[in-house]
Nanobody, 115 residues
């Protein structure tokens, strides 16, 4: 069955960096677009970044120039490199895969940016 497993979250000071990973299984990873979402306390889940099967990317305005999404199809893994982190980046980060009308989510990884 489909599994998405995020890792790499943690506590980091403002201005610091983290690299999130999303390990995927149960489908042909290389054939599909993948996305990172995040949800802060009391807020709705929002799109952070997306990468197509061909490697084209797009980002939320709030993270442009600071975050980089990438993928390694040989490892069935997607990444999110997060630099210059801000307190407002604090959230649970999720990877997402959509096939037709069905959406799959990982369990999420907590990112906390605080001094």
């Amino acid at each position: 069955q489909v599994q998405l497993a995020e890792s790499g979250g943690g506590l980091v000071q403002p201005g610091g960096s983290l690299r999130l990973s999303c390990a995927a299984s149960g489908f042909t990873f290389s054939s599909y677009a993948m996305s990172w979402y995040r949800q802060a306390p009391g807020k709705e889940r929002e799109l952070v970044a997306r990468i197509t099967s061909g490697g084209r990317t797009n980002y939320a305005d709030s993270v442009k120039g600071r975050f980089t999404i990438s993928r390694d199809n040989a490892k069935n893994t997607m990444y999110l490199q997060m630099n210059s982190l801000k307190p407002e980046d604090t959230a649970v980060y999720y990877c997402q895969w959509v096939q037709y009308s069905r959406t799959y989510w990982g369990q999420g990884t907590q990112v906390t940016v605080s001094s």
